[in-house]
């Protein structure tokens, strides 16, 4: 607060400038100040981050509330932010007293502006007298954080008569005919015109209360009691649906992670980041879906066990122009149905064959109900690795790889013990709270059940509890990293009721027993490998207001030292042979395709170039295959057709049984050790690695060397 008077002054004047000028306004209900106070004094008090509630945090959280109400810059005037800009200081002393009404005003102001908008759309596309220019020199920049704000009417008008012309070309890359095409625009623009007329106060306190939250750290949410009970169904793992965790971004509905175990991860296509466009129900029509509000999307995905819902969307990595329609049978959706599973790799050393065994771990699971009912049986992570490890060590094994590629966390208990399987006794990770105090129980008790080699696999996917189990391997020298760095999601959460809904708060950070956390910075492998996720976009790094990366006192723990010295040694032989396989040659360069399609900020909005943009993906793809199919001496594709045809996906392409998991899994891995060099060149490469460093430290010990002619 920089002035009493100048305060009140400036309340006043804004109050009279922007008041709700239209009889539908949304206003406050009874009772919503006094849980915006109840929201703050939370976030103040219980939150692992403390901050002032000053000037500083008001300018952020008007900067953060504009940016979430209108992030591609499709609505808002340089005009309204200007006006906006009158609460710059004055939010901090607002928020304290429970005044709320800056939100609902800029909320309003954003709702009259795109139905309006919206409306005006609508009057063109129903326009048959009116032609979008489809071959001309016009371009457009998507990003809203490329754009500035429309200075004017016109300049709005402008941007909206191009964005018009685009979603039209996508629709007729995608085999719409123009007539059927803009049919489609109108009913997408005025179901987002409902969207609009559909949100209620409880809307509106939601979202200006989370800009609020957001500025604490992005894992801290206000859950309304309507978005609460969406919550609470996504906690338990056990709704019916597709199994995936989802997001708003501008006006499309992200992927944030797909759930092991869960329908969408059986059937193997949709991925993170990709954005659904549309859904439907069996066999009817696909409703579009852009615009709508995440938890009408939700509604729409989820339905009755054992039936089928169709998806339309945009893949992560490609051409943004084309979408894919896949369809996936609803089940329910739980950690422990993808249990973790093994396979055995052999890779040539020297003129020895070795067998490397490879345990996936998707999720840290427990079946917490049947462990509280005493059940001997019951499953979890680390009994069903426990389990695997005695198979694979039966099978005489020379090496293990541990593959926590995807594995987003779960269950800290499990993270702890599983690390148990691997070290002697000592502690797995420190925990620090918001007062400061480190508590280190999470220890392991029990000397290691498998102490041969080993090797972790991580990607920018791997998250929280793997990234524990990644950090404390690696820090007690037990195994080298190999991989992308990964997700840096180090800090823990706790879910506090309210008078109305609930509030998820960040209260305490995780640090490895070297002292490091595992925040922002995740874990860092020891060798590197290309990672098929865009870090710009992917990672706690690329989220605003990530709590930061930072160190505290190391915890004793002994370290082995014999791996270090070999990770030079270990590298240039890396590097031959991801220069010289087919392979990896042939999965770097997609990457490499993939980043620079991505950095391509501006489209044409001339239809045939736009043809041939896509076209170019294809051709692109279909040639980096021919090569990695000369390389290795198979026959190669004649043109793009048979290419498409040899490897298209069906859009009937249903998972007709996930509920026999075993069975699918056993088949799939009797494929995978087929094919496992060319489907997953990352994971063969982490067994030549893992064989190279068998080798070498079989010439430091040669003791070594004779237990591998034993396996033999």
Do not use: C
Not at 154 to 168: C, G, H, P, Q, V
Request: aromatic share 8%; glycine share 6%; proline share 3%.
């Amino acid at each position: 607060m920089q002035s009493v008077v100048k305060t009140t002054l400036i309340i006043f004047g804004v109050l009279i400038a922007l008041a709700d000028s239209r009889a539908d306004s949304i206003k406050i209900d009874d009772g919503q100040s006094a849980l915006f106070r109840e929201i703050l004094e939370r976030l103040a008090t219980g939150h692992y981050r403390s901050q002032s509630i000053d000037d500083s945090l008001s300018e952020r959280y008007l900067s953060e509330y504009i940016r979430i109400l209108d992030s591609g810059k499709n609505y808002f005037l340089q005009s309204d932010i200007d006006e906006f800009d009158q609460w710059k200081y004055v939010l901090d002393d607002l928020s304290k007293r429970g005044d709320i009404s800056p939100g609902f005003i800029m909320f309003n102001r954003l709702r009259d502006r795109a139905k309006d908008r919206l409306q005006s759309v609508l009057t063109l596309l129903e326009d048959s007298s009116y032609k979008f220019v489809l071959d001309g020199s016009n371009s457009i920049i998507i990003d809203g954080d490329k754009r500035g704000w429309f200075q004017s009417e016109a300049d709005a008008n402008s941007f909206w008569e191009k964005r018009i012309t685009d979603s039209l070309i996508r629709l007729l890359l995608n085999d719409k005919d123009q007539e059927e095409a803009r049919k489609l625009l109108v009913k997408r623009y005025q179901t987002q015109i409902k969207q609009f007329e559909q949100r209620d106060s409880q809307d509106v306190l939601q979202i200006y209360a989370n800009a609020l939250a957001s500025l604490y750290d992005p894992h801290t949410a206000y859950f309304s009691p309507r978005r609460n009970e969406n919550f609470q169904i996504s906690m338990s793992l056990s709704l019916e649906g597709i199994g995936a965790e989802l997001t708003t971004e501008d006006e499309y509905t992200k992927v944030i992670r797909v759930i092991p175990g869960g329908p969408a991860d059986l059937h193997g296509s949709l991925k993170a980041e990709d954005k659904i466009v549309g859904v439907g129900q069996d066999e009817e029509d696909i409703v579009d879906v852009i615009g709508w509000r995440i938890d009408d999307v939700v509604a729409l995905i989820r339905g009755a066990k054992d039936t089928s819902v169709r998806l339309e969307y945009i893949p992560a990595n490609g051409d943004s122009s084309n979408t894919k329609i896949i369809k996936i049978l609803r089940d329910k959706v739980k950690l422990e149905d993808k249990s973790a599973q093994s396979k055995i790799l052999e890779v040539e050393q020297s003129g020895k064959t070795l067998s490397i065994g490879v345990i996936e771990i998707p999720a840290f699971y427990m079946d917490f109900e049947a462990y509280r009912a005493r059940d001997p049986n019951f499953k979890s992570t680390t009994r069903d690795v426990y389990n695997l490890i005695k198979e694979l060590k039966d099978s005489k094994v020379d090496g293990i790889v541990l593959d926590l590629r995807s594995n987003g966390g779960g269950s800290l208990f499990e993270a702890t013990s599983l690390t148990d399987l691997f070290i002697d006794r000592g502690p797995v990770v420190q925990i620090r709270d918001s007062n400061q105090r480190v508590q280190r129980n999470n220890r392991a008790y029990r000397a290691a059940a498998y102490d041969g080699p080993l090797l972790v696999m991580i990607n920018r996917l791997s998250a929280s509890a793997s990234e524990i189990v990644a950090g404390a391997l690696q820090d007690y020298g037990r195994a080298l990293v190999v991989g992308s760095q990964s997700f840096g999601k180090g800090t823990v959460q706790d879910v506090t009721p309210l008078s109305k809904g609930q509030l998820k708060l960040t209260i305490s950070k995780f640090y490895r027993v070297s002292g490091d956390s595992t925040q922002h910075r995740g874990i860092l492998p020891d060798i590197e490998f290309p990672s098929t996720y865009d870090f710009e976009e992917v990672g706690e790094s690329q989220q605003d207001n990530a709590l930061p990366w930072d160190r505290i006192r190391r915890v004793p723990h002994t370290t082995e030292t014999d791996l270090q010295p070999l990770i030079g040694a270990l590298t240039e032989n890396h590097t031959k042979r991801r220069r010289s396989d087919p392979d990896f040659v042939s999965l770097v360069d997609k990457i490499e395709l993939s980043d620079n399609w991505d950095s391509q900020k501006t489209l044409s909005l001339n239809l045939e170039k736009r043809r041939l943009r896509s076209e170019s993906w294809d051709k692109q793809l279909f040639e980096i295959e021919n090569k990695r199919r000369q390389a290795k001496g198979l026959d190669i594709f004649e043109n793009l057709k048979s290419w498409r045809d040899s490897g298209e996906e069906k859009e009937d392409n249903v998972v007709q049984d996930i509920s026999n998991t075993e069975e699918l899994a056993t088949s799939t891995d009797l494929e995978d050790e087929e094919n496992i060099l060319e489907d997953d060149p990352m994971l063969y490469e982490a067994g030549n690695i893992l064989g190279d460093q068998i080798m070498m430290m079989a010439e430091y010990n040669p003791s070594k060397l004779v237990v591998i002619d034993q396996n033999e």
